[in-house]
């Protein structure tokens, strides 16, 4: 497994790239905005785009989703269905936050807690996890530790709850029930800011604690 990160977006939101080394098929995990500068990564990294995954529909994690999907022709994986509340408001969101022109759109997979979903010959398990979002995903591969956790968790923070439909309880025991079970070891990419560690959080961060 190869993971590129490419910053996207004026709130720097941590697009991903996740690469299936044995098969070369690649995942695009948030794609907010900037599509020309992700398939321009895609072409220099010479990998077969297989699907766009998708953790929750703010504007800055799913603004250029439609857009990447039928460029690419590529199917849509999350986020769980809840977070349609957010996927019908991307045009107004878009303007809010004075973004180019975000459209909605249909996932072609709503996903669902303890799915699984695939790129290439990796398995990722799909957590749900609200708070953030009612409709928040996680993704974690088991067999290299790695997770993309959304804005759900930060190195020594956690996500915003004051949006709509947002609830800091519901958030707290969703990285308790879900995240907190997981090794130490275990890595994370969040949706804005450095990778961390699961032991580091535990142990660290003030929020969870």
Known sequence: MKIEVLPVTPFQQNCSIIICTETNKAAIVDPGGEVDRIISKLDSLGVIAEKILITHAHIDHAGGTKDLSERLTLPIEGPQQEDIFWIDRLSDQS????????????????????DKVTVGNLEFQVLHCPGHT????????????????????????????????????????????????LDDDYQFLSGHGPTSTIGNERVNNPYIN
């Open 134 to 181: 009612p409709g928040h995903v996680v993704f974690i591969n088991h067999k290299y530790k790695w997770c993309w956790v959304g804005d759900v968790l930060f190195k020594g923070s956690i996500g915003r709850t004051d949006f709509p439909r947002g609830d800091h309880a519901t958030l707290i025991n969703a990285i308790k029930e879900n995240l907190l079970p």
């Open 95 to 114: 303007r809010m936050f004075q973004f180019p022109e975000a459209k909605p759109f249909e996932p072609t997979r709503w996903l669902s807690h303890n």
